[in-house]
């Protein structure tokens, strides 16, 4: 245990940075800070992101999407740098007034629709193109619940567990066993469910799978916060089965280029706008 202690005011108020390698873009208020309109390419769907966990859950929809030949869900998607607050344009809080990533425009509709918060998109896409998705009954639903354990699990891996073990600006036992110890819970659950089903809510490859893969398949593959020593991901082998199997589609693999700016120059395609920019082997930001 540490040998400081903090003893919360009555009331908090920011007075500093939070510190870490997220604090110039952290702050108590919402909002746009700058004016700052959305490019609009040509296609009706246009994808505001960035290649975290979160957004790589939609490109990868979206390549799988163009792999079954649904033309409608062709798209340009867009960088949005977050660590110099794109976020915070004004176009960009009009399409998320959470200005978080990713956010994604429709334009086939008589007023374009915004779509934002990973899950929604995904069920969103979903639905438009009748797809990923069971259209009713129990399959339905055990999709639906796998898809929103994600969105309710994922924020202990990151915000808890990635932040504590590999962005704080210091190193404290008690966060980073507290997220560890939930973090491993977690992978255990989805192991003893893989250990009975080839995908996530059953038989057939779905939208949960697509959310559940960028979070905790890149987490046992290796990717995030260089913690699979340290968290033992060899034990979860079903996990890591299907990890393996979902990476090696080739949509997947392709989603996971789009919007990325970081890691090996043949992984990145800061920006897509069209098939054929997956064929360049590399592209990086400007």
Known sequence: MSDTSYT??????????????????????????????LPVGKHPL?????????????????????????????????????????QFGSGFVGANP??????????????????????????????????????EGPARTETLNWLFWQMGSAPYLGGGFGHFYAYAPE????????????????????DKTLAERPFIAGSEYTIADMAIFPWYGGLVLGRLYDAAEFLSVQDYKHVVAWAEKIDARPAVARGRRVNKVWGEESEQLAERH?????????????
Do not use: C
């Open 46 to 86: 246009q994808l505001y992101s960035l290649a975290t966990p979160n957004g790589v859950k939609v490109t990868i929809m979206l390549e799988e999407l163009l792999a079954q030949g649904h033309q409608g869900a062709e798209y340009d998607a867009w960088l949005i740098k977050i660590g110099d607050g794109d």
């Open 98 to 135: 959470n200005s978080k990533i990713p956010a994604l425009v429709d334009h086939s509709t008589q007023t374009p629709t915004r779509v934002f918060e990973s899950a929604s998109i995904l069920m969103y896409l979903a639905e438009k193109f009748d797809v990923f998705l069971p259209e």
């Open 274 to 286: 069209d098939a054929s920019d997956h064929d360049t082997p590399g592209q990086a930001a400007e």
């Open 8 to 37: 919360p005011p009555k009331v908090w108020t920011w007075e500093q940075p939070s510190g870490g390698q997220f604090a110039s873009i952290n702050r108590p208020v919402s909002g746009a800070t700058h004016e700052k309109e």
């Open 171 to 190: 190193k404290f036992q008690y966060p980073i066993d507290r997220f560890a110890m939930e973090t491993k819970r977690q992978l255990d659950v989805l």
